[in-house]
């Protein structure tokens, strides 16, 4: 299992690319079973999530085509096997997203149940009730979710909480019902918009994406577009985190920081300087950062994926922060090893109090989700020593040549193999 190693100490500094957002594409995949026609989409982040959707939809019937870096076209017309196994959907929780498309263009959908993952219990049950409200008929039988129906009907569905991928499955499911749905209660995050985006220019109606109250019209058929992803937001969050802990200066390109007000807000408080211009923001330093305390929201609040590299940053800056999770219910596994780096961290069920040290220790960690890593990739850049980080495949489901990257900003980080 590869590692990695961080020699810390070193400010970031210079220019890096932001990727195309893991949280958009994994959705914009599987709108692609929505249409017997080609999809064509660009900026696509070559990371072990995308890999694995794009296996997934493969083995329904799915041809696809690199086209160059970061292009790909998924084509459906071959689809003939509406199922998503416990094999695939285990690995990657986002798989639950093909359940939608599959029961609106095929009348069927056998997908296996995601289970628990190690951030919580993450159940689906906001994905089945709209899929039942819409008139699929629903089985929970051996582990797979069953759906069948001969077409979808318009619904008005409010969900009991705000959902991202249950938004986006029950948008995708929509757009080829019989009439007029309505989700209220619906995310409100900008991958929710750009999935919206992409459906309308296959030919989908949805009016209303970014805002809680979503309303789709139902048509016969959806045809082939061509679809850019947005930019990472939390790619882009991560690496201005890992600047402003090193004390760095850097510009991330082919970014934008609309959607990032929430964090720019808490790196303003930290004392960093930092300026946006249409698709590049940058961001400057001080020599010691101010504790920030957080509370963790759907969109526009402060987002639970950013929640992690803030705590990193919290465990060197000046004072005492609190960070409240209140989306996830064990969210706080990067705090042990935090502290095994020599923070100081104490846990109240979903509240962490972190007072910062005047310096971290290099020490070897492990990583147990993919936020979690990316707060030790932080710590690590900034500990005294080496830092060894172990089960980095995490990283690797959603950062692309993090390593590279991260040493094109002057940061020491090797793959130990
Ligand atoms: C998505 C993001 C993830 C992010 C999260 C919250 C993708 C691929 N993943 O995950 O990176 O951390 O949003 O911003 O976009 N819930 C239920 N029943 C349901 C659905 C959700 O109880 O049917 C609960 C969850 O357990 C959680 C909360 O609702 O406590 C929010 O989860 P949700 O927004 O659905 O997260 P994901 O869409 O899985």
């Known amino acids: 299992m590869d590692k990695l190693l961080i020699h810390g100490g070193t400010p970031l500094f210079g220019e890096v690319d932001i990727s195309g957002a893991k949280n958009a594409a994994l959705p914009i995949l599987c709108a692609c079973l929505l249409t017997a026609e080609p999809l ?20 329904m019937g799915v041809e696809v085509t690199m086209d160059g870096s970061d292009g790909l076209i998924l084509d459906s017309r071959g689809l003939n096997n509406p199922v998503a196994p416990y094999d695939m959907v285990k690995t990657m929780r986002a798989s639950i997203m093909v359940l939608g498309p599959l029961v609106a263009r095929c009348g069927e959908a056998r997908v296996s149940l995601p289970g628990g993952c190690a951030i919580g219990a993450r159940p689906v049950d906001q994905h089945i009730k709209g899929l039942q409200a819409m008139g699929a008929e629903i089985l929970v039988e051996q582990g797979y979710v069953h759906a069948t129906v001969k077409r979808l009907k318009g619904a008005r569905i409010i969900t009991d909480m705000v959902t991202v ?14 009439g007029e749905t309505i989700i209220e209660n619906a995310a409100r995050e900008p991958e929710v918009v750009d999935l919206a985006n992409c459906l309308n220019a296959m030919g989908a109606r949805v009016a209303g994406a970014g805002t809680d109250h979503i309303v789709i019209q139902g048509v016969e058929l959806l045809h082939g577009a061509t679809h850019s ?11 201005l985190c890992a600047a402003a802990v090193t004390g760095g200066n850097i510009r991330l390109t082919n970014t934008s920081a609309t959607y990032l007000d929430s964090v720019v807000v808490k790196l303003l408080e930290t004392g960093c300087e930092v300026t946006a211009e249409s698709n590049v923001i940058s961001l400057k330093a001080p020599p010691r950062l101010k504790a920030v305390s957080v509370r963790t929201s759907p969109y526009p609040g402060f987002p639970t994926d950013m929640q992690a590299q803030f705590m990193a940053i919290n465990s060197v800056a000046d004072g005492t922060a609190v960070i409240r999770e209140t989306i996830f219910e064990n969210r706080f596994m990067h705090a042990v090893e935090l502290i095994r780096l020599g923070a100081d ?5 979903s509240n962490a109090t972190v007072t910062g040290v005047p310096h971290l220790d290099g020490a070897t960690v492990m990583a147990t989700d993919l936020r979690a890593s990316a707060s030790l990739v932080i710590a690590g850049l900034v500990a005294q020593g ?7 495949y995490h990283l690797d489901r959603g950062y692309e040549r993090i390593e590279e990257k991260l040493t094109r900003l002057g940061a020491s980080v090797r793959r130990v193999r």
Request: glycine share 4%; no cysteine.
């Open 40 to 59: 064509h989409l660009r900026n696509v982040p070559q990371l072990n999530d995308i890999s694995t959707m794009l296996r997934l939809i493969a083995q």
């Open 165 to 178: 991928t249950g938004t986006e499955n029950l948008m995708m499911a929509a757009v080829l019902a019989d």
């Open 229 to 239: 992803i947005m930019p990472d937001r939390i790619e882009t969050g991560t690496y």
């Open 345 to 349: 961290i104490k846990i109240d069920a």
């Open 386 to 392: 080496e830092t060894l980080i172990e089960r980095i």
